[in-house]
């Protein structure tokens, strides 16, 4: 089967897996920390007990084409009464630029979601580049925030938010 760009479907034997955090770190390398202020690789919370790494594989492969870290925390856009805890960041997410547009952001998103279901979240929110925000636009989430530079990165995000369950 071809995607939308003409490519065979690279995706097949496509799988979620739960990573390291420093299983995360090859890919925030490449993709988002190249041409940043910041080289750091490790952030606050990644070694919560209640953080998960989520990674796209295919077929026998082990390194991740996609990446993605979940911490559970509400968002800061949520009244104080519904900011319980009860809501999951995402952070860090980032594709192989070899497998960009084929489906994988897509593949981890929807993962991710359901596993912050599952662990019993209520919402998902995130700092999401500019760049990217079409991409959450297109899978439910709402614009929460003006846009602000991320000190890490140097680069226009808007925070962005997606309930789970009717409020």
Known sequence: MA???????RLEGARIIELTSAQTHPLRAQVLRVGTPSSDLTWAGDEDDTTIHLGVVIGAATDPVAISTWLRTPSPDLAPDLADGTGAQLRGMATDPS????GAGSLLLRAGIDRALHDGADHVWANARIAALDFYLG?????TSEE?????????????LRHLRPA
């Open 3 to 9: 995607d939308r760009a003409g490519r065979t479907d």
């Open 99 to 102: 497998a960009q547009g084929l």
């Open 148 to 160: 602000f530079l991320s000190t890490d990165t140097a680069l226009p995000h808007r925070r962005i």
């Open 139 to 143: 899978h439910g989430f709402a614009v």
